[in-house]
């Protein structure tokens, strides 16, 4: 037994598919885009890329790397997203530690 306020039920493991797997889009509650610059990024779902370019238009810190940022757009899983910057998609390193 522990001594801390905790449950024992778990919660459950989202379930992780790919844009091109979202078949019924009400099983979803929102959708993770990770990329390396917004203006760059195509989902192929016009509602999210027309809302990432939007966002990206208006909020510059959408392409800082590191960045998280809400988009919300009608026509896509659960009406929001999250655009995560992560910079260069093509390198096989990660900085640990900022300048």
């Keep these: 037994m ?7 039920e778990k919660m459950p493991v989202p379930s992780v598919a ?7 889009a ?9 990329g390396s610059s917004p203006t760059k990024c195509a ?4 509602p999210l ?10 909020d510059k810190s959408i ?5 998280v940022s809400a988009v919300y757009a009608s026509g896509i899983p659960g009406d929001k997203a999250f655009y995560v910057c992560a910079g260069p998609l ?5 900085k ?3 300048d």
């Design 63 to 67: 392409g800082r790397e590191g960045a």
């Design 90 to 94: 093509n390198r096989d390193y990660g």
């Design 96 to 98: 640990t530690k900022k």
């Design 49 to 58: 890329d027309s809302a990432i370019a939007k966002v990206s238009a208006v």
């Design 18 to 24: 790919s844009i091109a797997e979202i078949g019924d």
């Design 43 to 46: 989902t192929g779902m016009i």
């Design 26 to 34: 009400s099983a979803y509650d929102s959708v993770v885009v990770v």
């Design 2 to 8: 522990c001594n801390c306020i905790c449950s024992e």
